[in-house]
């Protein structure tokens, strides 16, 4: 059974810095993603970034390309998601998924079927 459990989130000024983890359970098969959405208020949820089992490369939006980081710890079954340079505008609750989409979906809502609970990130201005 894959659960996935974030942690990390909390208020932080623009500018600032936040690691989220995602720490996961039973993702065995080769084929997996991991990847980071968020949904902010009135919005609908985003893709942010994602990592790949097969070929451990991470893939990001335009949006926060440059300014975040996914990478995978094997050794504590995490994802993680390192926010540099963080603007009012990435203010949103977070959320992790898990999925085995091909590479042209890993952007997709519907290609993940386990989500974690979700972790808010707020930044001032």
């Known amino acids: 059974q894959v659960q996935l459990a974030e942690s990390g989130g909390g208020l932080v000024q623009a500018g600032g810095s936040l690691r989220l983890a995602c720490v996961y359970s039973?993702?065995?098969?080769?084929?997996?993603?991991v990847a980071w959405f968020r949904q902010g208020p009135g919005t609908e949820r985003e893709f942010v970034g994602a990592?790949?089992?097969?070929?451990?490369?991470?893939y990001y939006s335009d949006s926060v390309k440059g300014r975040f980081t996914i990478s995978r710890d094997n050794a504590q079954n995490t994802v993680v998601l390192q926010m540099n340079s963080l603007k009012p505008e990435d203010t949103a609750v977070y959320s992790c998924?898990?999925?085995?989409?091909?590479?042209?979906?890993?952007?997709?809502?519907?290609?993940?079927?386990?989500w974690g609970q979700g972790t808010q990130v707020t930044v001032s201005s």
């Open positions: 990592f790949r089992w097969n070929n451990r490369m991470p």
């Open positions: 039973g993702l065995s098969s080769s084929s997996t993603t």
């Open positions: 998924a898990a999925g085995r989409p091909v590479l042209s979906a890993i952007r997709r809502v519907d290609m993940y079927g386990t």
